[in-house]
């Protein structure tokens, strides 16, 4: 018996697409639902607190945001959980994909001199077994000199971080290879910015590598981005090497981690712009600080109190790639 075209579609549906009307007249005009992928948010993990416990602690895939410290409280973890249904609810599916199949945890504690006794036993023994126990951790910040960090977006900062070094992990995908492309093309842009910024005699936008570099930084000052000195020096301490960028003890990982750090505070930007932190790598020339305003990548003064603020500020063009980046594959979901 021949199998009519409109069965035929009908077989070929798989469990992530529906076809509305098989089996009816009506089924050729229908618009195809693809079902996205969602990722679990979780506040708390059972039977793990304490160092000893690690182990045998059970992550399931998705993100955990779980509270680290005595005096956080139930609207500061809410906040953060909140950001990060957001970012997950924004996402492209193959974002969403890529994080649901990871276990993620973000931990919240009073401040840096809390990671102390066996509370900083249990986040340095979580740390130790990324891969194992879990895929990626990092720590936000009640009370960080003063600020609380569930009040600002930097949950999306960490976030974007985490997707960058353990979600995508460099591991050659679309999503991960764009952002390379994305970061690269900005570098390339803070030069041609800066023969236009001379050009109108205007300071110019200048971004350095050696905070996030990792030791991993080319030791080529051609192929430093613009404001990256060679070699890197400690600023507190000049017998301290760290000629191709500062190591980083907890994301230790052979990897620049520039791309998922400006990334993150362009997402911050994006989204909430009255709550964000600029980079502090960010900075203009001739000692000009980097102004947090302006119509993101747009290269026009929309926003500025005045034109000479255009190339030190978020209009500068070279953070389009980002903004395009982050449109495709970040907030494609975002109404």
């Not at 009816?24 to 969602?38: E, F, G, H």
């Not at 036993?121 to 003063?146: A, M, R, V």
């Not at 400006?262 to 994006?270: R, S």
Request: aromatic share 8%; net charge negative.
């Amino acid at each position: 018996m021949a199998i009519s075209n409109k069965l035929r579609m009908c077989l070929l549906t798989t469990g992530m697409v529906v076809l509305a009307g098989c089996g009816s007249d009506n089924a050729s005009k229908a618009t195809p639902t693809v079902l996205q992928t969602t990722v679990k948010v979780f506040d708390t993990v059972a039977n793990c607190k304490n160092k000893a416990d690690v182990p045998s602690c059970h992550f399931d895939n998705g993100v955990y945001v779980i509270k680290l410290g005595n005096n956080v409280t139930d609207a500061q973890q809410q906040r953060v959980m909140e950001r990060v249904k957001n970012m997950m609810q924004w996402a492209h599916q193959d974002v969403r994909d890529q994080f649901a199949a990871k276990r993620i945890i973000i931990g919240l504690l009073e401040n840096e001199s809390a990671i102390t006794g066996t509370t900083g036993e249990f986040i340095i023994e979580l740390n130790d077994q990324k891969g194992t126990i879990i895929d990626g951790i990092e720590l936000i910040y009640i009370d960080n000199e003063g600020k609380d960090e569930t009040l600002s977006s930097t949950t999306y900062q960490k976030l974007m971080q985490l997707y960058d070094y353990y979600v995508d992990g460099n591991a050659n995908t679309a999503t991960g290879t764009a952002l390379g492309v994305a970061y690269g093309s900005f570098k390339d842009a803070l030069l041609q910015t800066k023969v236009a910024a001379e050009l109108q005699s205007l300071a110019y936008l200048k971004y350095d590598e050696c905070n996030y570099g990792n030791g991993q930084l080319s030791t080529v000052a051609s192929e430093r981005a613009l404001g990256t000195p060679t070699p890197c020096i400690d600023s507190e301490d000049s017998s301290n090497i760290i000629a191709n960028g500062k190591p980083d003890e907890t994301h230790s990982l052979a990897v620049n981690l520039n791309p998922g750090a400006l990334l993150g505070t362009v997402y911050e930007y994006q989204v909430e712009a009255d709550k964000n932190t600029a980079a502090g790598e960010l900075s203009g020339s001739s000692h000009s600080k980097f102004i947090d305003a302006g119509k993101l990548g747009s290269g026009v003064a929309d926003g500025l109190t005045d034109q000479s603020k255009l190339f030190v500020s978020w209009a500068n063009p070279a953070f389009l790639p980002f903004k395009q980046y982050l449109d495709t594959y970040f907030f494609v979901n975002k109404k």
